[in-house]
């Protein structure tokens, strides 16, 4: 997926590995991303990651911890 830079405002996106860089994208697609984006990181990263994300997360908003939380339950 090519990332926005408006999502990745204090980094390069073109430089950012989806597999180094998972929690980094997680989080900042679930506080920030729009529909296409929250979309590719459900199907690309396996629902147990997603949960260890969210769930140990200090930046995440309460409400977006709360809906995440459900999404990566299925």
């Known amino acids: 997926m090519k990332f926005r830079q408006a999502l990745f405002w204090d980094t390069n996106p073109n430089k950012i590995d989806p597999k180094k860089n998972a929690q980094y994208i997680i989080e900042r697609v ?11 990181v459900l199907n ?3 629902n147990r990651l997603l949960r260890k994300v969210i769930s ?3 930046c995440l908003r309460p409400e977006t911890k709360s809906l995440w939380t459900l999404m990566a339950k299925k």
């Open 30 to 40: 679930a506080d920030f991303g729009n529909d296409k984006e929250a979309r590719w």
């Open 44 to 46: 690309f990263y396996s």
């Open 56 to 58: 140990k997360s200090r």
